[in-house]
């Protein structure tokens, strides 16, 4: 069964500071990772999509890479803002189309400004 | 990127009533579509995938005659929640995902927020 865990659980950061999130997952075969961004109350937004064959992916001051043998992903994020408070979530797609993704259970990020 | 909307975004109903939640995607077609649930400070629980034009597939512990799932057309689905009870409370999104670049990125709605009082 597929179990994905992501750590830390909360970080607080000055404005400034460039930080890595991290998630592990405990089944290599998968299709891709998806990190996602959400607000307090709010919906998912998603912020990177790595395929399975692929190593890094980046947007703006965002870089995820996908390390899948060995069962992990990191989001890198650079510069942090305080715009950039939330709660970070890690997913895995299990197999291919047709089935869910299987989330973590979340980072959340608090930038000081 | 692809717009999935839920609506509606907040929802509070008495204890024994019944709830609809719909999820449209705007922009493409998706045969499948999965509805999760968040309890707060949790991460998503994938309730059920709902599947165009055939029974809903519910994940274990999932009571199926409580969520029903309908999967109408290639644009929507419903959740209803029945006979609602102050346990139901939480934070219901569904997803779905156009699959039709490879990619099978999926795509989030905004969510809602039902309390049963």
């Known amino acids: 069964k597929q179990e994905v865990t992501q750590i830390p659980a909360a970080l607080s950061v000055p404005e400034g500071e460039n930080l890595v999130l991290n998630c592990s997952f405990t089944?290599?075969?998968?299709?891709?990772l998806q990190w996602f961004r959400q607000d307090p109350g709010k919906g998912l937004t998603s912020l990177l999509l790595?395929?399975?064959?692929?190593r890094e992916q980046t947007s703006g001051r965002l870089n995820a890479s996908l390390d899948k043998s060995s069962g992990r992903s990191t989001l890198y994020i650079a510069a942090s803002q305080p715009g950039d408070s939330a709660t970070y979530l890690c997913?895995?797609?299990?197999?291919?189309?047709?089935?869910?993704?299987?989330f973590g259970k979340g980072t959340t990020l608090s930038v000081s400004s | 990127g692809a717009v999935v909307s839920q609506h509606p975004s907040r929802v509070i109903c008495k204890s024994g009533t019944s709830v609809k939640i719909e999820c449209r995607s705007l922009?493409?077609?998706?045969?499948?579509m999965f509805w999760y649930r968040q309890f707060p400070k949790q991460s998503l629980m994938l309730m059920a995938t709902?599947?165009?034009?055939?029974?809903?597939?519910?994940e274990q512990g999932v009571e199926k005659d409580k969520f029903l799932i309908n999967h109408a057309s290639l644009t929507l689905s419903t959740l209803t929640v029945t006979s609602a009870h102050p346990e139901d409370s939480s934070f219901y999104i569904c997803?779905?995902?156009?699959?039709?670049?490879?990619?099978?990125?999926?795509?989030f709605g905004p969510g809602t927020r039902l309390t049963v009082l």
């Open positions: 997913a895995v797609l299990r197999n291919q189309a047709g089935t869910a993704l299987i």
């Open positions: 922009d493409f077609q998706a045969t499948t």
């Open positions: 089944d290599s075969a998968i299709y891709n």
């Open positions: 790595i395929q399975s064959s692929q």
């Open positions: 997803s779905a995902s156009p699959g039709t670049s490879g990619r099978h990125e999926q795509f």
């Open positions: 709902s599947n165009e034009g055939s029974k809903a597939t519910y």
